[in-house]
């Protein structure tokens, strides 16, 4: 499968520390991108890295790509009350995306 | 400017039913996709249009179908309802073809729920 999968399922942290989300995926990729869901509403897009990019930022976002290792990692920093959320990875495939199960990350205030 | 929209916001059917979702792009784009997410999973491909063409089509029967119209809205058609079916539908949209290689532009999503 295509699919991308995330580790861990379940994230819970208290506000201000950092959050850590893997996805790791099977294929060979042209793009990862990582993609926020808030209560079962619609995807918005985070950020998206190129398979010749190995690290980009966004702000409080840090995202990481190992092609070798076919896995990426996204880093929230000094995270907020409203970075709760379900979190996906998703590779791209000729005309649509692969999505994983996601991370759900619950930042306690 | 106005992102995806999709009506109805939910939807309640009961098995055996025909329902159909719409879903507006983002003006300027011309590539729709539509996904199936079933409650704790990810967003499963199920159709992808660009220029009223399909151009890509997931692992889903023939009880789904869908069009694009001119103005690059677009319908997503589901026959014969099953429980199975019950699952939050979301349209994306992107300014060009290969939609994969980009950012996607979702909606709110319509909340089916069959009975």
């Known amino acids: 499968s295509q699919q991308g999968e995330e580790d861990p399922q379940a994230l819970s942290i208290q506000e201000g520390e950092n959050a850590t989300m893997n996805c790791s995926y099977k294929?060979?990729?042209?793009?990862l991108q990582w993609y926020r869901q808030n209560s079962g509403r619609g995807l918005v897009h985070l950020i998206l890295?190129?398979?010749?990019?190995r690290e980009k930022h966004s702000g409080r976002l840090r995202v990481t790509l190992d092609t070798s290792k076919k896995s990426s990692s996204l880093l929230i920093t000094a995270s907020r009350a409203a970075d709760t959320a379900s979190y996906f990875c998703?590779?791209?495939?000729?005309?649509?995306?692969?999505f994983g199960t996601g991370t759900r990350l619950t930042v306690i205030p | 400017d106005a992102g995806v929209t999709q009506s109805p916001t939910h939807l309640i059917k009961t098995r055996g039913q025909h329902v159909t979702l719409r879903c507006s792009p983002i003006s300027g784009h011309k590539s729709v996709s539509w996904y199936q997410q079933v409650l704790g999973q990810g967003p499963q491909f199920i159709f992808q249009?660009?220029?009223?063409?399909?151009?890509g089509r997931g692992n889903f029967p023939d009880r789904f179908s869908a069009r694009q119209f001119p103005n690059y809205s677009s319908e997503l058609n589901v026959n014969a309802l099953l429980l199975g079916d019950s699952a939050l539908y979301l349209c994306a949209s992107s300014p060009v073809a290969a939609s994969s290689y980009n950012e996607q532009f979702f909606g709110p999503g319509t909340r089916l729920t069959v009975l």
């Open positions: 249009y660009y220029e009223k063409e399909e151009r």
């Open positions: 294929t060979s990729i042209n793009n």
């Open positions: 998703a590779t791209s495939g000729a005309n649509n995306l692969f």
């Open positions: 890295i190129r398979s010749n990019e």
